[in-house]
C-alpha cells in the first residue's frame, strides 16, 4: 500500500551538518566540499548561536536549504554547549555530527607547515595545545555521527569522504557549461578548454544564412553539413567526457568549454547548441551560453 503524504505534516528540512574536530585535520577542506554540495556554510560558529542562524537559514531560504556550521575551540567557553544544543533537538533538523581528526605527528607537521599557532597553545609547544584540544574534544568526539581520520589522506582523499557521506547525485554531477563566443572579442579567461571552428566556412558568406544565427535551423544544419564537422564531434566528445570523469575524481565539479569563430554568431553558436545536446543526451548537467551573440 503505497502511503498518502499528510498535507498538514510540516515539510521536509534540509540536513544539518555541524562539523568539528582536531586543528589540521582538515576541518576546512571539509567546509569548501559542503559548500560546493549546495550547503549553506558558516566558519566558526558559537554553539549558541547554532538555533540562530537555522531560523535565519529557514526564514530566508527556506527550510529544505542545507546547512552546515564549522564549530571548533576557536569558539572558547562556548564551545562546551554544543553538545546540549543538539541534544536538545531544539534546530528541527535532522543533525550529524562530524569529528575530523588525525594523529599528533601529522597534525604538527600540518600546522608547522602552514606556520600557524594552535588556539590553545598559549605559549607552550604546538603539541602541548592538541593535547589540550584532544581533552577538551573528548565527549564530542564520543558523541560523534562519523569520525572521519585523515592521517592518511590527502586533500582529495578527504573531500572523496565527504562527497560519499554527503552528496546526492545531483549534487555530486558534473556540471558543464558550452559558450561559444567570437575571437575578436578574446577568449574566455574562465574556459578550461578551446575548440576552434573557424576550420568550418563561415555561413556570413553565404547571404540567405547572414543574417541568421547558429541557433536557427537553416544555419545549424549548414553547419552540420559542412566536410569534418562531424568528425570533430565524434572526436572532442570523447575527450571531453573522458576529461570529465577525471575532474569528478579530483574533486573538480564544473567545467566550461568555450567553442569559439570569428564574431561568436554562425559555426560556434550552432557547433556549442550540438555540443550541448549531445552531453545532455549523456547524462551529464550541461547549458549552453552564448557570450558574444547580437554583439555585431
Not at 531560523?55 to 556550521?69: F, P, W
Not at 558543464?176 to 575571437?183: I, K, R
Request: charged fraction near 25%; aromatic fraction near 6%.
Amino acid at each position: 500500500m503505497t502511503d498518502v503524504p499528510d498535507p498538514e505534516a510540516p515539510p521536509a528540512t534540509g540536513e544539518l551538518v555541524v562539523v568539528t574536530g582536531m586543528t589540521g585535520a582538515g576541518r576546512s577542506t571539509a567546509a569548501k566540499e559542503l559548500e560546493d554540495l549546495g550547503y549553506y556554510v558558516v566558519d566558526n560558529l558559537p554553539p549558541s548561536l547554532l538555533r540562530d542562524v537555522v531560523r535565519l537559514v529557514d526564514e530566508n531560504r527556506g527550510v529544505h536549504q542545507a546547512i552546515a556550521v564549522v564549530v571548533d575551540v576557536r569558539s572558547g567557553s562556548f564551545f562546551q554547549s554544543l553538545t546540549a544544543n543538539l541534544a536538545q533537538g531544539a534546530t528541527g533538523r535532522k543533525a550529524t555530527l562530524l569529528f575530523l581528526e588525525a594523529t599528533d605527528d601529522v597534525l604538527v607537521r600540518r600546522q608547522e607547515a602552514a606556520r600557524r599557532p594552535h588556539p590553545l597553545q598559549g605559549t607552550g609547544r604546538l603539541l602541548d595545545g592538541l593535547q589540550r584540544e584532544r581533552v577538551v574534544l573528548g565527549d564530542v568526539r564520543s558523541n560523534a555521527d562519523l569520525v572521519i581520520d585523515t592521517t592518511s589522506l590527502n586533500v582529495h582523499q578527504l573531500t572523496d569522504r565527504i562527497r560519499l557521506a554527503f552528496g546526492t547525485p545531483e549534487t555530486t554531477r558534473l556540471k558543464v557549461t558550452v559558450t561559444s563566443f567570437g575571437f575578436k572579442y578574446g577568449i574566455p579567461v574562465d574556459a578550461d578548454f578551446v575548440a576552434d571552428m573557424r576550420f568550418l566556412p563561415n555561413p556570413f558568406w553565404v547571404p540567405e544564412l547572414r543574417q541568421l544565427t547558429g541557433r536557427d535551423g537553416e544555419v545549424a544544419d549548414y553547419v552540420k553539413a559542412r566536410p569534418g564537422a562531424e568528425e570533430f564531434l565524434s572526436g572532442y566528445l570523447p575527450v571531453l567526457a573522458g576529461v570529465a570523469e577525471g575532474y569528478l575524481r579530483e574533486g573538480k565539479r564544473f567545467m566550461t568549454v568555450a567553442i569559439g569563430c570569428t564574431g561568436g554568431k554562425h559555426r560556434s553558436v550552432a557547433m556549442t547548441e550540438e555540443i550541448t545536446a549531445r552531453l545532455s543526451a549523456q547524462g551529464y548537467d550541461v547549458r549552453a551560453r552564448h557570450r558574444d551573440l547580437g554583439r555585431e
